[in-house]
């Protein structure tokens, strides 16, 4: 696992810091250190479709009710592309996290 080499090295070269800046670098790590922050950075792009779908239906819609139906319909499919992303084993990455945010942008 890309991962975890690229954890353990920055454990391993931090027990040096105090006599010298190491840093071990490697082609694969810049995917892996993607990886390690990708669930914060998905869960931020779709809590801003579910705030753009309320701003944008508030200012469309008259009604308060019809805001509040499109924006838990807009949350109840996002919820459901995770389930189906557990389901089918699919792993976060860079590509599913595009394809979640884009799936969103089209429910609205």
């Given at each position: 696992?890309?991962?975890?080499?690229?954890?353990?090295?920055?454990?391993?070269?931090?027990?040096?810091?105090?006599?010298?800046?190491?840093?071990?670098?490697?082609?694969?790590?810049?995917?892996?250190?993607?990886?390690?922050?990708?669930?914060?950075?998905?869960?931020l792009s779709m809590g801003g479709v579910?705030?753009?779908?309320?701003?944008?239906?508030?200012?469309?819609?008259?009604?308060?009710?019809?805001?509040?139906?499109?924006?838990?319909?807009?949350?109840?499919?996002?919820?459901?592309?995770?389930?189906?992303?557990?389901?089918w084993g699919i792993p976060l990455s860079?590509?599913?996290?595009?394809?979640?945010?884009?799936?969103?942008?089209?429910?609205?």
């Amino acid at each position: 696992c890309y991962r975890g080499n690229m954890v353990g090295s920055r454990e391993f070269f931090k027990r040096f810091e105090d006599f010298f800046v190491a840093r071990y670098f490697h082609e694969i790590f810049l995917t892996a250190e993607l990886d390690l922050s990708i669930l914060r950075s998905t869960l931020l792009s779709m809590g801003g479709v579910l705030v753009a779908a309320t701003f944008m239906s508030s200012l469309l819609l008259k009604g308060l009710w019809a805001v509040v139906f499109v924006v838990v319909c807009v949350a109840a499919i996002d919820i459901s592309l995770f389930g189906v992303m557990v389901w089918w084993g699919i792993p976060l990455s860079l590509l599913s996290a595009i394809i979640l945010v884009l799936c969103a942008g089209f429910a609205v």
